[in-house]
């Protein structure tokens, strides 16, 4: 199976393209849902985090997300162990799934593509980019949220410029319209690149 990982800024837009990659028919896996759902039900996932952050980590069953985000707000170190306990668990799902996948190819969206390794065990990676000061907005409007916030988690993030170099499409989310042309034509190349790859592979 050919995966493409799809990734960018927070409050770049990834949700959007991904949607738009969904109705072209290609099968999306949503690693951020998955891992929240990996946290809520996961016995083991539970146990360590408790250990990590404490007994407040959890409330009624329940994933005490101010709580955590705040700890690691003060302290980034937080956030690597976190994903150290939770990522290798996501990536093992995500392998079953893909297995069950009938597609050409499938999208993988990650907002730590890069940050994490993730990008090596992906064939093609795009990214989503748009404006900071459109971001800051987006997540303004979409979340109970400030500056300070936004910034400290865009600073745990490669900018823009450091994923481009290591990505084989870009698509600027700024204008719908313009969004969907290029999620078309990026879906375009994507078949053709996976055809060129069945072809080299039947001529070895």
């Not at 593509?113 to 064939?123: P, R, T």
């Not at 499409?169 to 790859?197: A, G, P, R």
Request: with cysteine; proline share 2%.
């Amino acid at each position: 199976m050919i995966i493409v990982g799809l990734t960018g800024g927070i409050g770049s837009g990834k949700t959007t393209v991904a949607k738009q990659f969904s109705k072209l028919g290609i099968p999306v896996y949503i690693a951020d849902d998955e891992a929240k759902s990996l946290m809520k039900r996961s016995k083991i996932i539970k146990r360590k985090l408790i250990k990590l952050f404490g007994d407040q980590a959890y409330v009624d069953g329940e994933l005490n997300r101010p709580y955590l985000a705040n700890i690691i707000f003060n302290d980034k170190t937080y956030l690597q162990k976190m994903n150290a306990i939770v990522h290798p668990k996501v990536a093992r799902h995500f392998e079953k799934w893909a297995l069950k996948q009938d597609a050409p190819y499938v999208i993988k969206e990650v907002a730590i593509l890069f940050e994490n390794g993730g990008d090596k065990a992906c064939d093609f990676v795009i990214t989503v980019t748009a404006p900071i000061e459109t971001r800051i907005k987006r997540l303004l409007k979409r979340d109970d949220t400030s500056e300070e916030k936004i910034e400290a988690i865009m600073k745990n993030q490669w900018t823009d410029e450091e994923k481009l170099k290591h990505s084989h499409f870009v698509i600027e989310n700024t204008v719908l319209e313009n969004t969907i042309d290029q999620v078309v034509k990026t879906h375009k190349k994507l078949l053709e690149k996976v055809e060129s790859k069945k072809n080299a592979s039947r001529s070895t």
